[in-house]
């Protein structure tokens, strides 16, 4: 059986204006081969949250790193738009949890067809894009 690792980072900086702040986020989860030894699995465990506090740093920067381009597979270029509302986020999670998909699906799923790591990275237009998808299979 597969071991499973979820991490998750998250980072506040200071806003625009006095006592305001910004909030960042990065998750993943995914799953490890069973045989790892102790070290690997610190390896891992180690390479995975570099990753993720990478990830916020992009976050903040506005700059994100794309995936290598799979072979006959086409990337989506991210939208202009800007990222995705916390209220977005929060309604594509609602809409996965009510079809049990597990944050990992849904990553995988989004990274398939916009390009990107994880629903944190989607832009307004591309989460919006994954929510009418999302009903449209519920409503099926």
Excluded: W
């Amino acid at each position: 059986m597969p071991t499973r690792l979820t991490a998750s980072v998250g980072r506040k900086e200071p806003g625009d204006r006095e006592f305001s702040s910004k909030s960042y986020h990065a998750s993943l989860e995914k799953e490890l081969p069973s045989d790892l030894n102790a070290e690997q699995l610190k390896s891992e465990i180690h390479q995975t949250y570099a990753r993720l506090e990478q990830a916020i740093d992009e976050q903040i920067s506005g700059k994100v790193t794309r995936l290598p381009q799979r072979q006959g597979q086409q990337r989506r270029q991210r939208a202009p738009e800007g990222p995705a509302s916390q209220k977005q986020t929060a309604y594509l999670l609602d809409l996965a949890t009510a079809r049990n998909v597990t944050l990992a699906q849904l990553n995988a799923e989004v990274q398939q067809r916009f390009g990107v790591d994880s629903i944190y990275m989607l832009d307004r237009v591309s989460c919006s894009k994954m929510i009418d998808h999302m009903q449209q299979q519920k409503a099926a």
